[in-house]
């Protein structure tokens, strides 16, 4: 590898920098521990179980009844569907999801091995196995087979995510893969593996629902003198996982402790290498990343629904990222040297969850301060990794072909560039003016019939100024409220942990007063009331607009016609988003029920085989009603004639409703389907109409007589 290309390291570095902390040698042992004692805890279920099977099957009555044995039949099988119920698990695995993965060549990426094998030397971590390219914001190292590696010595292989290396600059590339090879080095990873294995085993025991237990649930439909012991068996069950469930968030409890520090003791194998400055760079630059990377794939899945395939993801990744909001001065231009006190990128959360002790990560805030303490200065190198890879443009090809697995192979693969063209089209018909203060970005109007218009442009003066009422309805005042709103919807939502018992601190912020955590609740209600109160100022406020451009229109006919026809398409979509969106949740909502009972009594069935069928009817009406609604043009669904034609595109209307999770998944589908393909249309069609009211109010100013105040005959004499 040329030198050029390896980023120079810190000039002084603290001698015991990366040496492990008391906290993390005591954290391992106290991982160690509760692995050992839920192995001794399963070991002696198993046992126990076994025990019982034997003792059952091989016990003798001094009689027999017909019914007797028939019972002692039953014990015998409920004794060994216990043995087989903690036992099956352990041969139960997920077969590997490695399709997205591209293992390279060595000798086809040089400098990248290189790379690779200087920074193992520098940070004493061993070469890895395999280097595998996958296409998301990711690093990691794993074991390729993680069963093997709890009793043989097993190399890491080492992943990398070309989202990654498409954002980061060398330095911090550098600073990344150093903290992986931190990982390297630590004998404690073996333990994640014993805990990866510990967790897949007992969450399936606990959560995990299969043959075993429809065969249980359908013993217990038998006639009582032959289900009982399975009703027996049944509570056993349940007492089992509720141990399990106990010792599940025991190891994990203990396990996440240590998993946060092993990142806290990477970290600073990245610092010793790389300096402070690119691992935190790195850490703030990987979030912009993953949104960047994530809306690429969701323009991208639109794309394909029109039969585009990019054939580089990586460029609408880079677009993206230069959407994203300005960073802060500190990211990546801290003059290290010169600082006294380094620049902060991060800040803490004003609220943390309980839920943070099972976090496998520490929160960014916390990493930034363990890397600036104390802090060590390197130099920056700002070029690109994909210096590394030989014919980068391939492999960014190669890389992107691996999300479309099937789609490439079914629609000719295009230039990323042209691709580019379509999104970028389609984002201009669904970006508002800023003027609107994203007052219509994610929110459904109000329900206003056609024939409610003429009396709502009535209300307004005679002889209004019509523009300066539209300027007055679109000024400060609705940004004010808008940003009030948004201001709302953050305090509910850090108010509902604190209510919910979530929040681990004891008092919390609103408007710039504190409050004890206990009255969280009070303080919700004085907001919900607040957010009525500004929901009926927007429904008011819809309805001001709509009069006030029905009356602006008055005198354009040809423009009020086509206003009148995207409005009436408008609430169609309305309609088909808030039904899509509320069949959508009332089907969680009976699953979350079935999935909470853990099994459907006969008697259950025909009830929620009802609530399906209904909700079925109601996606049946809707449908309907959309065959036999005119989709007017829009960018890029100009050949299709009706809503239905593109909502139920390639889509299959599900049959009668049964209890099945074949139907339910499928009638899922076609509800999230369904609700997100109702939402691009009633936002694209709203960014029409919304057009043609601007483009109503420019001819009005340009062709309007401009009001001129009549003076009194009095007073032009008395002048």
């Known amino acids: 590898m040329s030198a050029a290309l390896y980023p120079a390291g810190p000039a002084h570095v603290p001698a015991d920098l990366a040496k492990p902390s008391g906290r993390y040698r005591l954290l391992v042992t106290a991982t160690l521990l509760s692995i050992v004692l839920f192995l001794a805890v399963y070991v002696a279920m198993v046992a126990g179980s076994i025990k019982l099977f034997v003792w059952v099957a091989t016990f003798r009555f001094e009689s027999y009844s017909f019914w007797g044995l028939i019972f002692h039949l039953a014990l015998a099988i409920a004794a060994l569907m216990l ?57 990691a190292v794993f074991y390729q087979h993680p069963l093997l590696s709890l009793v043989w010595p097993a190399r890491k292989s080492l992943l990398i995510g070309a989202g990654l290396v498409n954002a980061l600059t060398l330095s911090e590339f550098k600073a990344v893969l150093a903290h992986e090879f931190g990982h390297f080095a630590q004998r404690s990873m073996r333990l994640g593996s014993y805990v990866y294995t510990a967790n897949r085993l007992l969450h399936d025991m606990v959560f995990g629902r299969d043959k075993w237990d429809e065969l249980l649930a359908e013993w217990r439909r038998l006639d009582l003198r032959v289900s009982a012991v399975a009703w027996g068996l049944t509570g056993m069950v349940w007492l089992v996982r509720q141990a399990l469930a106990l010792a599940y968030r025991g190891v994990n409890l203990v396990h996440a402790s240590l998993s946060r520090e092993m990142e806290f003791q990477a970290d600073r194998v990245a610092v010793q290498v790389a300096g402070s400055d690119a691992i935190v760079n790195a850490l703030y630059q990987i979030n912009r990343a993953s949104w960047a990377y994530q809306t690429s794939l969701g323009q991208l899945g639109t794309a394909l629904e029109h039969n585009l395939v990019s054939d580089d993801v990586y460029y609408h990744q880079q677009l993206r990222l230069a959407d994203c909001p300005p960073a802060p001065p500190a990211f990546r231009h801290a003059a290290a040297e010169a600082l006294a006190q380094p620049a902060q990128l991060f800040t803490a959360e004003e609220v943390t969850t309980k839920a943070e002790m099972y976090a496998s990560h520490p929160a960014d805030y916390l990493r930034e301060q363990s890397a600036k303490q104390p802090y060590v200065a390197a130099p920056a190198d700002d070029r690109s990794p994909w210096l590394l890879f030989q014919r980068p443009e391939e492999v960014r090809q190669l890389v992107t072909r691996k999300l479309y697995p099937d789609s490439a192979a079914k629609h000719p693969v295009r230039p990323a560039a042209e691709v580019e063209e379509f999104l970028a089209a389609e984002t201009a018909e669904l970006t508002y003016d800023e003027a609107y203060a994203e007052t219509y970005d994610v929110r459904v109007i ?40 948004q201001s709302r919807k953050n305090d509910l939502a850090k108010l509902a942990l604190f209510i919910s018992g979530e929040a681990r601190e004891a008092t919390f912020t609103v408007d710039g007063v504190s409050y004890p955590a206990a009255q969280a609740r009070e303080v919700a209600k004085k907001l919900e009331a607040e957010e009525s109160a500004h929901k009926l100022w927007l429904s008011e406020f819809d309805e001001r607009c709509a009069g006030l451009h029905w009356r602006l229109l008055a005198g354009q006919p040809e423009r009020r016609a086509a206003w009148q026809a995207r409005y009436a398409l408008q609430l169609h979509l309305r309609l088909g988003i808030l039904l899509t969106s509320e069949a959508l949740q009332q089907l969680q909502q009976l699953v979350d029920g079935i999935m909470a009972a853990g099994q459907v009594q006969p008697n259950q069935v025909n009830h929620y085989v009802t ?74 069609n709203l960014g029409v109409v919304l057009r043609l009211q601007e483009e109503a109010a420019a001819e009005h100013a340009a062709t309007a007589t401009p009001i001129v105040a009549a003076v009194p005959e009095a007073t032009v004499a008395a002048d």
């Open 83 to 139: 043995t087989a119920f903690l036992l099956k698990f352990a041969f139960k695995w997920n077969k590997d999801e490695d399709d997205k993965r591209l293992r390279l060549v060595p000798e086809s990426h040089p400098e990248l091995v290189a790379f690779i094998e200087q920074l193992c030397t520098e940070t004493g971590a061993p070469r890895p196995k395999h280097i595998y390219l996958t296409p998301d914001v990711n690093a």
């Open 446 to 485: 109000s329900l206003i019939e056609p024939e409610q218009l003429d009396a709502l442009a009535a209300k307004l003066p005679a002889d209004c100024d019509l523009l300066a009422l539209r300027q007055e309805l679109y000024g400060p005042e609705l940004r004010q409220r808008m940003e009030a709103h």
């Open 611 to 684: 609530q399906f069928e209904q909700l079925r009817q109601r996606l049946l009406g809707l449908i309907t009603t959309a065959r036999s609604t005119t989709l007017l043009p829009l960018r890029h669904l100009e050949d299709l004639a009706t809503v239905a034609d593109f909502v139920m595109r390639d889509l299959h209307f599900p049959t009668a409703a049964v209890l099945s999770g074949d139907w339910l998944n499928g009638f899922g589908h076609v509800l999230e389907v369904t609700l997100d393909r109702y939402r691009r249309l009633y936002y694209k």
